[in-house]
């Protein structure tokens, strides 16, 4: 059995944190609120990892194109156990700390409705277990118990299957199920197995950058190679879950040879099908 860890924040400079695994059924007790003393101390130092849904609210919330986003508020981290790249939010400095950029000091989250699925999960962590004797992978959940956080001193009882539903992670889950079985998909092939720099690039730009994805379909011989149907091609050039979709199938054909997108008969070179981003 595999571990897999993506959704999983610290207080980086203490170190991990020790967690209590729970089942989607076990209870925790928490309740955050404005008039505790440590609020916003959570938002403070935080190693937050953004899925590829995570860039996609925030870049629409925050009206930018996914390159600017990831330049301006992202530095890269790497998937736990693999060197798969993943955008993390970079903490700002100040006089009282490393403070998240979307943070008001008075008011809490300043992009709260579209705050991301780490943010979402406190002080829940999430993960999947990648079962090589089972037909399914096995998601997981742990409490994250830090200090500073009052809110666990809560009579407040919550099961984890009511905590994702209060905090709306069920369209998350479902928009980054693709890039989830990348990864799984990437662990199962073992750590002895190196992915070449390429590689890793066209997987960054495919799950996170959709902006750059989308121009890179458009603007390269990607649909002179690929049967896309036209209509999913028009959804693409609109719509951000479209393009990720798209491009979770491509890296599923061009990395796991899996053939869900076709190659038109004319190309039969197999350098023509490696098309560069
Ligand atoms: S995104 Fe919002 S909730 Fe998450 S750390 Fe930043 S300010 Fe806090
Ligand atoms: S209770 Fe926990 S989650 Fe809420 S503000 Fe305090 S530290 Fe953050």
Known sequence: MREYKFKYRYQGKKGPIVPVRLNLDDTFNFECSKDLPCFTRCCY???????????????????????????????????????????????????????????????????????????????????????????????????????????????????????????????????????????LKRKSLGPFCQIPDKTLQMFFMGCYNVDEFRRFVLNSKFLEIYVIEPERVEKVKEDDIEALKLAVDWLKTTLFGEGILKIREITTDPDMVEVEP
Request: negative net charge; charged residues 30%; proline residues 6%.
């Open 45 to 183: 130092d935080a190693y937050i990892m953004l899925t590829p849904y995570d860039v996609i609210r925030l870049k629409q919330r925050l009206d930018l194109n996914s390159n600017d986003f990831l330049a301006i508020y992202t530095t890269l981290g790497f998937i736990e156990n693999t060197e798969l790249p993943i955008p993390v939010l970079k903490m700002l400095e100040d006089e009282e700390g490393s403070p998240c950029p979307f943070l008001d000091k008075e008011n809490g989250c300043k992009i709260y409705e579209d705050r991301p699925s780490t943010c979402r999960y406190y002080p829940i962590g999430a993960g999947i277990f990648h079962n090589k004797d089972a037909s399914s992978d096995e998601k997981f959940f742990a409490i994250i118990k830090e200090d500073h956080c009052e809110g666990l001193n809560s009579k407040k009882t919550w099961t984890v299957r009511q905590w994702r539903e209060n905090q709306g992670l069920e369209p998350y889950d479902e928009v980054n199920s693709g890039w989830v079985e990348l990864i």
